[in-house]
């Protein structure tokens, strides 16, 4: 596997080429209570079936909690099953990006994250989740408190947070820098500001409370009506309007610059410079606060250490409609979900980089998500966007579930030369491909194909490379110098 680096919004391989990641999550939360990344015959299985299906690469997720369970003691157990998870990705041609999960800071705040020693409470009681499962983030001490004494960077046994979290991650990659399948390092999951996070949801719902009062765009009888119904899809499509959605969200804006320009930049700074004590390999992956996900801008600078900008850099946002966790998300609403990327690309103008989206979709079965689903795969090709979909479970091939046939999409691997665009068109059961070839290349443009191929139109040489018995393949294009357009139909 060749390594992948960063050449300004594009990811590159060590032949220059142009390369696209369609990925998913594979996120181990419960760490040592039962590891989820367990080496065996059954985790081969899923993954020579992913690599089938079009995946080529993996949002691993992992825990503080699970590689460091107490103050500077390593799990090399724990850390030697992640190397064996990426030989086995290896083996079947998919590259792998660690991402360090947590979601309300950890299982002191009721889910998965950092260890009990380095979660410090203040003194507050967990209390239990009521709605969705975040409301530990709009109203929780616990979970506030933790926040605010790891961005304070508090002491425990006379060293700080953070550094204990930054030697952790140098450990880490100390141990996978050499590895053929490393992506990347994926820092930090959605990053919550602590207490201030709970006067942004505050602010948030005082937005939204004054401009349905006030904005005649919101019809106030009409959503009263679909509220006593609970037809919270009805309720929230006047927000389908990009402007009046953003005008709720902004006003979140200046708690959101202050946590990104202050604490966030500093803390991923260094330990960005951390990782990089430890390997030049591997891309660092900066992702943005949580509440950044309904459209808040993202104002970090780009990562900086030593007075020089981080060189192999990526921005990977993560979106969902509103109603996400809940039963309404059989009917996500394109429009809201396409605001919150929008934004993401004056993140992505800033720095000049790619864009691995992290997390979007997660599961639902209903026609409108389906719907959904292909909508977002498309606006990520407009944008040559690279993507990981939330998630991967156990039981995926076993039910053969249908959002997986949405999922497993044609779309190019490697591209010799620059894109200028590739589409999937459903309508037409074909795949179009165009781009510009600057130079002679040893490597092939490699296509993925999702199913039987009728045709090919191409002005180059091809082979077709069967993956199994799946009827999938990958089609390897030979082309010179010069504008190419590939077209693949299927039967």
């Known amino acids: ?40 015959e059954y985790t081969e299985l899923n993954l020579r079936k992913l690599s089938e299906c079009g995946f080529n690469v993996i949002r691993l997720g992992v825990t503080w909690e699970s590689i460091e369970p107490e103050p500077c003691r390593y799990n090399e157990d724990y850390i030697d099953k992640i190397v064996s998870f990426m030989d086995v990705c290896h083996k079947y041609g998919m590259y792998v990006f660690i991402d360090m999960h947590q979601d309300l800071y950890g299982p002191v705040g009721g889910s998965d994250g950092a260890p009990e020693w380095a979660s410090l409470t203040d003194g507050a009681k967990l209390k239990k989740n009521k709605l969705v499962w975040a409301t530990g983030y709009f109203w929780g001490k616990v979970v506030h408190n933790c926040f605010d004494n790891f961005w304070a960077n508090k002491e425990v046994n006379g060293i700080g947070l953070q550094t204990y979290f930054i030697n952790m991650w140098k450990h880490v990659a100390e141990r996978v820098k050499d590895h053929p399948a490393l992506f990347g390092f994926d820092l930090f999951n959605e990053p919550f500001p602590g207490s201030d996070g709970g006067k942004m949801f505050r602010t948030l719902i005082m ?8 904005d005649k765009r919101c019809p106030k009888i009409k959503m009263l009506r679909h509220l006593l ?12 309007d990009p402007d009046l959605f953003r005008k709720v969200t902004r006003a979140g804006l200046p708690l959101e610059k202050k946590f990104d320009e202050g604490v966030y ?14 390997t030049d390999n591997g891309i660092i992956i900066v992702e943005s606060c949580y509440y950044t996900n309904i459209s808040i801008p993202f104002s970090m600078p780009a990562v900086n250490y030593d007075g020089k900008r981080e060189e192999k850099l990526c921005y990977s946002p993560h979106g969902y409609d509103l109603m996400v966790d809940t039963p309404a998300y059989d009917h996500p609403s394109d429009a809201r979900v396409q605001t919150i990327f929008d934004e993401k690309k004056n993140t992505q103008e800033a720095w000049n980089v790619p864009i691995l989206v992290g997390e979007w979709g997660a599961i639902a079965e209903s026609e409108d998500y389906f719907k959904h689903i292909d909508f977002l795969l498309d606006y990520f090709d407009r944008n040559q966007w690279s993507q990981a979909f ?47 070839q600057d130079k002679e290349y040893d490597v092939p443009t490699v296509v993925f194909a999702h199913k039987e191929i009728e045709s090919i139109e191409t002005d180059g040489e091809y082979k077709i490379i069967p993956l ?5 393949s990958h089609i390897e294009i030979k082309t010179g110098i010069g504008s190419h357009k590939i077209k693949v139909n299927f039967k």
């Not at 937005?207 to 006030?214: D, F, G, Q, V, Y």
């Not at 899809?233 to 927000?239: D, I, N, R, S, T």
């Open 207 to 214: 937005s939204l409370a004054k401009t349905i009062i006030t």
């Open 229 to 240: 119904k609970k037809d919270m899809p009805a309720v929230l499509e006047p927000f389908d």
């Open 468 to 472: 199994g018995e799946t009827g999938r």
């Open 390 to 436: 939330y998630t991967f479970f156990m039981t995926m091939f076993v039910y053969d579930l249908p959002f997986l046939d949405h999922l497993t999409r044609p779309f190019p691997v490697a591209v010799c030369g620059d894109i200028v665009k590739y589409r999937h068109d459903r309508e037409n059961n074909s795949f179009m491909l165009e781009f510009n």
């Open 265 to 278: 930049s500093d803390f991923i700074n260094r330990l960005s410079k951390g990782i990089r004590e430890a």
């Open 1 to 40: 596997m060749e390594r992948i680096t960063v050449d300004g919004k594009r990811f590159v391989d060590e032949y220059g080429r142009h390369r696209i990641f369609n990925g998913i999550n594979y996120t181990d939360k419960n760490g040592q209570k039962y590891c989820f990344i367990n080496p065996d």
